[in-house]
């Protein structure tokens, strides 16, 4: 071993000594609260970001006086602690070191010139030439520091932020996969609704979160989306505010990896929990169709903010064959996550993405991680974060950066993030749809059943479901459904949305008005009222009347049933009738004995769903003489004749018929003897 290595790895050993004695400490300090000193110290920027060797840091800061004593003998410090921070645990103990805890020495000092009046504020720039860095210079030794900017009064700390220096002397490392996922879902929508949606119309204001949404995804092309269709055809028929957001939406899909979410984001847990997984196709077929975002996007899943990816809401997303489901991100601080897993369901397979929660916190409010955080500390902080993810294997694995369902990503949050992303040696921007094609481990497994108290109950999943499923059947009976079914989907998906899921009592109120509303388009084929009957005859022709009410011809069986067998009915035409009119319908009834029979009518449609209220009445069946006895009797005097030949043919002929016949008639010429001629003429 040379010499220089021989230093390197002395230099290495005690560095790994001094972290193991320094760093519990670290660790074990508790949060601060953010008003212990009256300064509040804002570190503006860092450069460079990452540190190399060679380089000078330049460290910027604002003190703020927010006491009510004037600071005579300001000033600030630069304090840089040595030892390399090795994991994530150390990086937040490092942020939430109480802010009186004793820190390393400074390493430069630059004095405020004039006092700090309470309320006021000056800045100060803080040097630490390359010959003052004092970090190893060999390749392993990269990764995060700890940083502080130090307010002091008269050589009082009376202030205090802490951050992180990027130390990198190494030349390329293997890059972590950064993925960021913005969900696009609007407010809970009713389709039956005829005023102005104004809460679409705020929510799309470049101050609400639609809009906020954009303008986040606006920070880098490399930030996919997860679009619900159904919004943006509703923004585009809204307010002058909504259809030019959704003009910016459908642009922004032509430079954004963009995924749908299935029609009117419906709440996919709650559909897995009741069963119901046909309404869970159409909202998948209707995205599918759905050309607004442009054709052949593919459909992604999202879970709500408290929904756990259970077995049955994964088994629904597998068999509906989405591209992901991206579930709910974890709490800050908690361990990183496998971003990318297959799940493994009883319908197969699905890929399943899971946000990082401290650096998808970052995202949405970069102070709710660090309390005063500024565009200069997240940069830091978030790098910090992801350079011991880096570390962690020769391949690291990706991340993915994603809000709640029910939270907005911050747009300068974004800005800043992204811009750090595309700095660093050891980050790798990535698309979600290159995260999909990366390998993946089968996911840990997952309860079979996690259920939210604010899920739309089964029973009321079951009544849409029900309600539909009859609008389909009965729109066989036109031969046009589409017009007879225009909207009946959307209206059934309205209220299974997630957003509904704040409004418990107003997603009631608008399932049971979809269910009228629903339920409506099925009446309007009925059958006239019938009185009773008398069948006089073995055949005997019935008039029913059939009536549409609706605004399209239909097409129905007339379906008429004996309750006896007495009666029996000749085969009916399907009928035909024009809309808002009526036709008569002959119908052949056949009696075969006399009774009294019950008789139901309904109608059907070609598939055979019952599409009216069935009408009943009564008939009184006494077949006459002429129809049924003459049949009868006429059969019986043939074979009685049939007998009687039978029988004289049998029994020859009688000496009294004989006698009786020779005495009308007289004798019988004498036949001629064989041979000859009688003895009269012959002479004999």
């Known amino acids: 071993m040379s010499g220089r290595l ?55 800061a604002t003190l703020h006086n927010d006491g009510t004593t004037t600071l005579e003998h300001a000033a600030a410090a630069l304090r840089v602690h040595r030892f390399r921070i090795s994991t994530r645990e150390e990086v937040a103990a490092w942020a939430d070191l109480p802010a009186t805890d004793v820190t390393d020495n400074a390493d430069v ?19 630490l030439p390359a010959d ?15 940083m502080a900017v130090e307010a002091t009064d008269s050589g009082v700390r009376v202030g205090i932020q802490r951050t992180f220096a990027l130390w990198f002397p190494a030349e390329s490392v293997p890059p972590v996969p950064v993925t960021t996922l913005l969900p696009v879902a609007g407010p809970p929508d009713d389709p039956l609704s005829t005023g102005a949606d104004t809460a679409l119309e705020a929510a799309t204001s470049p101050q609400g979160p639609l809009g906020r949404t954009l303008q986040a995804a606006s920070a880098d ?39 749908t979410l299935p029609w009117s984001d419906p709440d996919v847990s709650a559909l897995a929990h009741a069963g119901e997984s046909e309404l869970f196709t159409v909202a998948m077929d209707l995205s599918r169709k759905s050309s607004t975002l442009g054709p052949g996007r593919r459909t992604m ?15 629904l997303a597998a068999d509906a064959d989405v591209a992901a489901v991206v579930t709910r991100a974890g709490a800050i601080g908690s361990p990183t996550p496998d971003t990318h897993a297959l799940a493994v369901t009883s319908q197969g397979r699905v890929d399943r993405l899971a946000p990082d929660g401290t650096l998808s916190a970052m995202l949405v409010s970069p102070a709710a991680v660090e309390p005063g955080a500024t565009s200069a500390t997240t940069t830091q902080r978030a790098l910090a974060e992801l350079a011991l993810v880096a ?66 109950a089964p029973i009321d999943i079951d009544r849409l479901a029900v309600a539909r499923n009859h609008a389909v059947g009965f729109s066989s009976v036109t031969p046009d459904p589409a017009a007879l079914l225009a909207g009946v989907d959307q209206e059934t998906l309205a209220p299974l949305a997630l957003a509904w899921r704040a409004d418990p009592t107003g997603r009631e109120s608008l399932a049971d008005a979809v269910v009228k509303n629903v339920t409506a388009r099925t009446v309007g084929l009925s059958i006239a009222p019938h009185s009773d009957l008398n069948v006089l005859s073995a055949t005997a022709p019935v008039i029913v009347v059939v009536r549409n009410d609706l605004a399209v011809p239909a097409t129905v069986r007339l379906v008429v049933t004996p309750r006896k067998a007495c009666l029996q009915v000749d085969p009916i035409d399907p009928v035909s009738v024009d ?106």
């Open 109 to 127: 000092v630059a004095a405020v010139e004039d006092p700090i009046p309470p309320g006021g504020s000056a800045s100060v720039v803080l040097t």
């Open 579 to 684: 809309a808002s009119s009526s036709k008569s319908v002959t119908v052949d009834l056949r009696a075969t004995a006399n009774c009294t029979v019950g008789i139901v009518a309904t109608l059907e449609s070609p598939d055979g769903a019952v599409v009216a209220e069935p009408v009943a009445f009564s008939a009184r069946v006494a077949p006459t003489f002429e129809s049924v006895g003459t049949y009868v009797v006429g059969g019986l005097l043939a074979i009685g004749l049939v007998l009687g030949i039978v029988r004289t043919v049998r029994r020859g002929q009688s000496a009294r018929r004989g006698a009786r016949t020779e005495a009308e008639t007289g004798p019988a010429p004498p036949l001629p003897v064989l041979g000859g001629a009688p003895d009269e003429e012959s002479g004999q």
């Open 391 to 456: 570390r962690e294997n020769a391949q690291p694995a990706p991340i993915l950066l994603a809000p709640g369902r029910d939270q907005v990503a911050d747009p300068s949050a974004a800005v800043t993030l992204m811009t750090a992303f595309r700095s660093a040696p050891w980050v790798q921007v990535d698309s979600a749809s290159t995260l999909l094609v990366g390998p993946a481990d089968d996911a840990a497994k997952r309860p079979k059943d996690a259920s939210a108290d604010n899920e739309l």
């Open 132 to 146: 003052g860095v004092n970090l190893y210079a060999f390749p392993d030794a990269w990764g995060p520091r700890g």
């Open 6 to 60: 021989a230093r390197r790895a002395t230099r290495l050993v005690l560095a790994l000594v001094a972290a193991v004695l320094v760093l519990p400490a670290v660790v074990s300090a508790p949060a601060h609260a953010a008003d212990e000193l009256p300064v509040r110290v804002e570190i503006t920027s860092i450069a460079p970001v990452v540190l190399r060797p060679g380089d000078n840091l330049v460290v910027r």
């Open 301 to 315: 899943t999202w879970s709500a903010p408290d929904q756990v990816l259970d077995q049955s809401t994964a088994a």
């Open 221 to 259: 092309q490399a930030i996919g989306l997860v679009v619900d269709p159904s919004l943006v055809e509703r923004a585009e028929a809204g307010g002058s505010q909504a259809q030019a957001w959704a003009r910016s939406v459908t642009s922004a899909a032509t430079q954004h990896d963009t995924f």
